[in-house]
């Protein structure tokens, strides 16, 4: 009975043992397959691992390449010392069309004013920098009337502008510049500035302590230097500067100039080329405002610029404009009073200017 059942026993476990075995191999079969196929698929992810590394690395280093092939950021600087002068002549040519009580009247003016300008002191990131106006040439056409003045010649035509435009040549301003952000902080000679310009003219003399206030002067001088911007600047990019010039009875001016980057110029890499285009808003004088001894009153005005063009020439070796032109052209309406009667004035204006810069008197030659 014990050895029966003992048997059986036995013969259950064997035949448990028959079915059992060849499971037990199954497992382990499928352990082997399944680890053969985790290494194969951790080779797999190994290799593909490389790949992307690889392809990251070609693409990091193609960006480089292509990076390195680029122009670097350039910093752009006007560059002072102490007592080298240097000269700038402004040449601008105005065309005004004007309709005036059904009466097309036009008027043509050419200016050419050069200037001296000479650093005094260098401080930091301050700088005194002397302006003297030594030449001034002038020629306006008023419909068919023409007046015409030039500093460098000794007889001078008889005409009514003709001591206000004598009186500007040797005329000196001091300016206290930042090097930082190109603002003006300072001005000094327009007392003596004004005195002349009114001995010429006693009859102006409200309307230029106005026009020519001290805030005025600062606005008029920072565009000269204002063209270059306060950081580095690589190939496209922008900047933009803004002045806001209050003439009392004349109007206000706000001028927005748009700046970009255009990198150097051909053949010169001494030479970076900016291009500019200038947005002028205009806003009459406050009617509450006194006429400031002009003969007439802006009592409104619709006047709007557009066109505009303009390229910088900036010299980076000597740190200063090689040369500009700037084109704007002015176009609208306006309402003039005169002796209680308004009169409406189309207008249109096309100003264009050039500046270079030189080492020398520009005259002598």
């Given at each position: 009975?014990?050895?029966?059942?003992?048997?059986?026993?036995?013969?259950?476990?064997?035949?448990?043992?028959?079915?059992?075995?060849?499971?037990?191999?199954?497992?382990?079969?499928?352990?082997?397959?399944?680890?053969?196929?985790?290494?194969?698929?951790?080779?797999?992810?190994?290799?593909?691992?490389?790949?992307?590394?690889?392809?990251?690395?070609?693409?990091?280093?193609?960006?480089?390449?292509?990076?390195?092939?680029?122009?670097?950021?350039?910093?752009?600087?006007?560059?002072?010392?102490?007592?080298?002068?240097?000269?700038?002549?402004?040449?601008?040519?105005?065309?005004?069309?004007?309709?005036?009580?059904?009466?097309?009247?036009?008027?043509?003016?050419?200016?050419?004013?050069?200037?001296?300008?000479?650093?005094?002191?260098?401080?930091?990131?301050?700088?005194?920098?002397?302006?003297?106006?030594?030449?001034?040439?002038?020629?306006?056409?008023?419909?068919?009337?023409?007046?015409?003045?030039?500093?460098?010649?000794?007889?001078?035509?008889?005409?009514?502008?003709?001591?206000?435009?004598?009186a500007l040549v040797g005329s000196k301003f001091t300016f206290t510049l930042s090097t930082k952000d190109y603002k003006v902080s300072e001005i000094s000679g327009r007392t003596e500035f004004l005195a002349k310009l009114t001995a010429a003219n006693p009859g102006m003399k409200q309307l230029l302590e106005t026009i020519l206030s001290e805030q005025a002067m600062k606005d008029m001088a920072e565009p000269t230097f204002g063209v270059v911007p306060d950081k580095e600047v690589k190939d496209g990019e922008k900047w933009v500067r803004e002045t806001k010039l209050d003439m009392g009875p004349i109007g206000k001016y706000d001028n927005k100039y748009e700046y970009k980057y255009e990198g150097a110029d051909a053949g010169s890499a001494e030479k970076q080329k900016i291009a500019v285009t200038t947005t002028l808003n205009y806003t009459p004088p406050d009617p509450k405002a006194a006429q400031g001894g002009l003969p007439f009153k802006i009592t409104s005005a619709k006047l709007k610029s557009q066109n505009p063009t303009g390229q910088i020439i900036f010299n980076n070796v000597k740190g200063r404009v090689d040369r500009a032109n700037v084109k704007v052209e002015l176009k609208g309406e306006l309402s003039i009073e005169i002796g209680g009667q308004t009169t409406q004035v189309d207008l249109s204006q096309t100003q264009e200017s050039t500046t270079t810069t030189t080492d020398t008197n520009p005259l002598k030659k």
């Open positions: 009975m014990l050895l029966s059942r003992l048997f059986a026993c036995l013969l259950v476990l064997g035949l448990s043992a028959g079915l059992t075995l060849p499971a037990l191999g199954q497992d382990k079969d499928k352990d082997k397959d399944a680890k053969k196929d985790k290494d194969e698929k951790k080779d797999k992810d190994k290799d593909e691992k490389k790949d992307k590394d690889k392809d990251e690395k070609k693409d990091k280093d193609e960006k480089k390449d292509k990076d390195d092939k680029k122009e670097p950021a350039v910093s752009l600087k006007w560059k002072f010392e102490k007592g080298k002068e240097f000269y700038q002549q402004q040449k601008t040519e105005t065309t005004q069309q004007m309709k005036v009580l059904s009466n097309n009247v036009s008027q043509k003016q050419t200016q050419t004013f050069t200037f001296k300008w000479t650093p005094k002191s260098i401080e930091g990131d301050k700088v005194t920098i002397e302006q003297e106006i030594v030449g001034v040439q002038m020629e306006i056409e008023i419909g068919g009337t023409k007046i015409s003045y030039d500093s460098s010649k000794a007889e001078q035509a008889n005409n009514p502008l003709g001591d206000f435009f004598k």
